[in-house]
């Protein structure tokens, strides 16, 4: 059965940082490139980031590049988030998510994924 978890929400202040995860089982991340997607609360689902499996290109939405890094670790079937100098902007569902498809013009396409993990919250707040 194919699963993604992500892990690491939580409530951070402005100007924090946040490590999130997302393990994968039933499949291995290593001939999938895997993303990042965020929902705040009444707004449509958005790309944040993803990572190519084979060259480990990455790709970014412009309100998260310089601030985020998504980085996979394939001998634990992982793939992280790190985010810093959070605002409360970024407050939002985190969703990771793997394609086999690579295009930097269209990773954030919700279409072009086929997992889905269920979500962690992180709350940017004072």
């Known amino acids: 059965q194919v699963q993604l978890v992500e892990s690491g929400g939580g409530l951070v202040r402005p100007g924090g940082s946040r490590r999130l995860s997302c393990v994968a089982s039933?499949?291995?991340?290593?001939?999938?490139?895997m993303g990042w997607f965020r929902q705040a609360p009444g707004k449509e689902r958005t790309f944040v980031a993803a990572?190519?499996?084979?060259?480990?290109?990455?790709v970014y939405d412009d309100s998260v590049k310089g601030r985020f890094t998504i980085s996979r670790d394939n001998a634990k079937n992982t793939v992280n988030l790190q985010m810093n100098v959070l605002e409360p902007e970024d407050t939002a569902v985190y969703f990771c998510?793997?394609?086999?498809?690579?295009?930097?013009?269209?990773?954030?396409?919700?279409?072009?994924?086929?997992?889905w993990g269920q979500g962690t919250q992180v709350t940017v707040s004072s």
């Open positions: 998510a793997a394609t086999t498809w690579w295009d930097i013009t269209s990773m954030h396409r919700i279409s072009h994924y086929v997992f």
């Open positions: 039933g499949f291995t991340i290593n001939t999938y490139n």
């Open positions: 990572i190519r499996w084979s060259t480990d290109s990455t």
